[in-house]
């Protein structure tokens, strides 16, 4: 392995780890504001932001086979039924 391949392999995902706490810090400060205008909206938005960026660069989706992309498809489709399910679940309660 060459000292830029070791480089890619150790840099990248510390850059993404980097990027996931910053996120994680936006979050926690956010929710802790009194009176913060558009908290959902705003949380919603970081929250997507986690997701793509663990999606597109940690799984590395843009580069996969067209059967991973498949399975991370069919894992958001079931758990989007899970939700739907549980949600349906406690508003008829």
């Known amino acids: 392995m060459t000292p830029e391949q070791r480089a890619h392999v150790l840099i990248a995902p510390l850059k993404i780890w ?3 706490m910053v996120l994680l810090a ?10 913060a205008p558009f908290k959902l909206a705003v949380s919603l938005a970081i929250a997507a932001a986690k997701a793509l960026l663990i999606a597109l660069l ?13 399975a991370a498809i ?20």
């Open 74 to 93: 069919a894992g958001l489709v079931w758990a989007s039924f899970l939700y739907i399910i549980a949600f349906a679940d406690y508003l008829t309660r």
């Open 26 to 35: 936006m979050t926690f400060g956010y929710a802790f504001l009194p009176d």
């Open 58 to 70: 940690f799984m590395q989706l843009k580069r996969a086979a067209g059967l991973v992309r498949l």
């Open 18 to 20: 980097a990027a996931l």
